[in-house]
């Protein structure tokens, strides 16, 4: 009896080393040192400016991205290209409205990596879910990353159809005869990411 304890003591402890071994190593977002600069256009030109990120983390195992989730602060987005207040207000306050992200309800966006395959050298493709005003979606993107000691940087351009989030003001997509008004369905993300262990 009491080796038979003793072998499924040393079984437990293998397998806890195994399982461990298999977790990978996370790192956590530096949300001072991240930036997320969004750009949409529209027939008559274009707008952009910043989101900032709220908490997230990337895992690693032997090197390579095995997963990861980021929340994204929706309620720090800010308009650049307008210098003018009231004009920057206004635009702002309508990203802010039911029109577009309704981050009075939504104060939250998610990105979700359920799987990334290493393309060459630093170069990923990242799968994952994205969870804009409660909706979540597939979504695909290009990413490069590279890790130094305690340290992870990364960039990555993620194209987004705003009205798979039921985002459909101004759409060609819904609507007809807008004109200059028309604005694209389509807007970037462009990540530069900084983590750390």
Not at 49 to 73: A, C, M, W
Not at 135 to 146: D, H, L, M, S, V
Not at 189 to 195: E, G, I, N, S
């Amino acid at each position: 009896m009491a080796n038979l304890i003793k072998i499924l003591a040393i079984i437990a402890t293998v397998s806890i080393a195994i399982s461990t071994s298999f977790a990978g190593d996370i790192y956590k977002a530096n949300a001072s040192k991240s930036e997320v600069k969004w750009k949409a256009a529209k027939v008559s030109g274009e707008h952009w400016g910043y989101v900032g990120i709220k908490d997230g983390y990337l895992e690693l195992s032997d090197g390579n991205i095995t997963g990861g989730k980021f929340n994204i602060n929706m309620a720090s987005l800010t308009v650049e290209d307008l210098e003018d207040a009231e004009w920057n207000g206004k635009l702002k306050g309508h990203l802010n409205s039911d029109d577009f992200f309704s981050t009075g309800t939504y104060k939250t966006a998610t990105l979700l990596i359920k799987d990334a395959k290493k393309v060459k050298g630093n170069e990923y493709k990242i799968t994952g879910d994205l969870t804009i005003k409660g909706i979540k979606k597939p979504i695909t993107f290009p990413a490069t990353i590279a890790s130094e000691g305690d340290k992870i940087t990364g960039t990555a351009n993620i194209k987004v159809d705003r009205t798979k989030y039921d985002i459909k003001y101004n759409s060609g997509s819904f609507f007809e005869n807008l004109g200059d008004k028309m604005i694209y369905d389509e807007f970037d993300l462009m990540v530069k990411l900084v983590a750390n262990k």
